[in-house]
């Protein structure tokens, strides 16, 4: 399959990693939009957020579990961060590998652009 996060996960194609396991890995976005800007991605390939089953649940609260267990590394936790998943077209997703966008360092505006 084609897709360049896959290729990320297995080594394929360089990323600067900041925490990986058996099922997910986070880097750092190679576009930052904020001054602190990840993307945690479980290794399972799921094209969108819709592909997701009952049967991912644990994979996906793991997800979330890996996002506090970094925010806390980094010192972001008491400022605050975002997470965003964004999916198909009017969400604006670009990669077709579901990823948790981790954003921080500066204030979040709402409603989001
Ligand atoms: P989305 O628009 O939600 O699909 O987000 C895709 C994100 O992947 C964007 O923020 C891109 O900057 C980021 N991205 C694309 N290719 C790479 C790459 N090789 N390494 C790190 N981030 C990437």
Request: aromatic share 8%; hydrophobic share 45%; glycine share 8%.
């Amino acid at each position: 399959m084609n897709c360049i996060f896959c290729k990320i996960a297995n080594g394929e194609i360089p990323a600067k990693k900041i925490y990986e396991d058996d099922r997910v890995l986070a880097f750092y976005d190679i576009a930052p939009q904020a001054p602190i800007h990840i993307l945690i991605i479980p290794k399972k390939h799921f094209a969108t957020l819709l592909e997701i089953g009952e049967e991912d649940s644990q994979l996906i609260g793991h997800i979330f579990l890996v996002a506090n267990k970094i925010a806390k590394e980094l010192k972001i936790d008491e400022s605050g961060f975002r997470i965003v998943v964004n999916c198909n077209r009017d969400g604006g997703q670009t990669v077709f590998h579901l990823h948790f966008h981790l954003l921080a360092g500066r204030p979040m505006h709402w409603p989001p652009g």
